[in-house]
């Protein structure tokens, strides 16, 4: 009698367990790391918000980072109003550059002193822009919040002035092409769909744990590192 009285006991314990949510959770998995920049793209001068200037479109916001020697980005496409939204992984130094919808690199976000950006978690970025007599456009201001740090380290510098970082130009792994374009056709790679799946490479995210795969040691989340995986 006791064992039979045990065993249903613990049946009951089991079918009170899953109805009160218990046992195994199908809540999706978030990487600790992540944190999401919603941001903003606006001009000086201007009243209202949108990424048309001189006749250019801006079309995508990118933010370049080393990680472990290692190239990684993020990107996001820019709506018409001028927000956009990147999934960042926390406490990585970032420049963020702006392309056009030509994929032309037309914008290095950064000032006389600073030239990166720090994420300590989710925040809210707003860049003010200003179009020159010249056609070029330099950053007036960048508004954030407490969890972001605008600042300045030489190695995120562009000495050649193409809006590129250049430790993003470097070809690491040898190939003859810079790491911010390994197929070699002039774009870069974070803002191709390579797959044709209507999201940009930079955005893709896998394992839906809020940071994309050029970001994410292991994007399929099984565990192994991308770099010693072979699936």
């Known amino acids: 009698m006791g064992k039979k009285f045990l065993s249903k006991g613990l049946?009951?314990?089991?079918?009170l367990l899953f109805a009160c949510g218990g046992g195994?959770?199908?809540?999706?998995y978030i990487n600790p790391y992540?944190?999401?920049?919603?941001?903003?793209i606006t001009q000086q001068n201007l009243t209202a918000a949108g990424y048309q200037v001189d006749g250019k479109d801006l079309q995508y916001v990118s933010a370049f980072s080393m990680e472990n020697g290692k190239l990684v980005y993020t990107?996001?496409?820019i709506n018409p109003d001028g927000t956009f939204k990147l999934n960042?992984?926390?406490d990585l130094k970032y420049s963020f550059v702006i392309f056009d919808s030509n994929y032309n690199p037309v914008l290095y976000v950064?000032?006389?002193?600073?030239?990166?950006?720090?994420?300590r978690g989710d925040t809210y970025v707003k860049i003010i822009i200003k179009l020159n007599p010249d056609g070029t456009?330099?950053?007036?201001?960048?508004?954030?919040?407490q969890n972001t740090v605008f600042d300045w380290d030489d190695a995120?510098?562009?000495?050649?002035g193409d809006e590129i970082p250049d430790f993003a130009e470097d070809d690491n792994d040898g190939d003859g092409n810079p790491d911010y374009d390994r197929d070699g056709d002039g774009i870069f790679d974070g803002i191709e769909d390579k797959n044709n799946n209507s999201y940009i490479d930079g955005s893709e995210d896998t394992d839906n744990d809020m940071l994309p795969d050029p970001i994410d040691d292991d994007d399929d989340n099984d565990g192994i590192p991308d770099d010693q995986d072979d699936d």
């Open 34 to 40: 992540a944190s999401t920049v919603n941001g903003e």
């Open 11 to 15: 049946l009951l314990s089991s079918v």
């Open 110 to 119: 950064k000032q006389s002193t600073k030239n990166v950006l720090i994420i």
């Open 156 to 160: 995120f510098d562009d000495t050649d």
């Open 88 to 90: 960042l992984k926390k």
């Open 24 to 28: 195994e959770s199908n809540d999706p």
């Open 75 to 77: 990107s996001s496409v």
């Open 137 to 145: 456009i330099t950053v007036v201001n960048l508004e954030h919040d």
